[in-house]
């Protein structure tokens, strides 16, 4: 079984900062890719920000030169650092990891993020 748990959400004023982790364990293998998605209310889930096993990154044009994906391989953790947050962030942010050999998925439960002033 394998358990993936984010955290760090919480309500931040417009212009703040927030960094969100995510943790993977259980029964892993190497793990490839390591992602956040959001899930604004109202609408469809969305990739935020993805790191592979290299630490190449990618980001949604909406969060580039704000958020900052890094992962902590020997971990299983990865993070996002979240800055300039704007009302358009909230959000419940997911996180996913894609295992290496056979694609399996695992997604956490969600964080809630809401920037409100």
């Known amino acids: 079984q394998v358990k993936v748990v984010e955290s760090g959400g919480g309500l931040v004023h417009p212009g703040g900062s927030l960094r969100l982790s995510c943790a993977a364990s259980?029964?892993?293998?190497?793990?490839?890719?390591m992602a956040w998605y959001r899930q604004p209310p109202g609408k469809e889930r969305e990739l935020v920000a993805i790191?592979?096993?290299?630490?190449?990154?990618n980001y949604a044009d909406s969060v580039k030169g704000r958020f900052t994906i890094s992962r902590e391989t020997a971990k299983n953790t990865v993070h996002l650092q979240m800055n300039s947050l704007q009302p358009g962030d909230t959000a419940v942010y997911y996180c996913k990891i894609t295992q290496l050999y056979d694609n399996q998925e695992y997604w956490g439960q969600g964080t809630q993020v809401t920037v409100s002033s």
């Open positions: 790191v592979n096993r290299s630490g190449t990154t």
């Open positions: 259980g029964m892993i293998t190497t793990i490839n890719t």
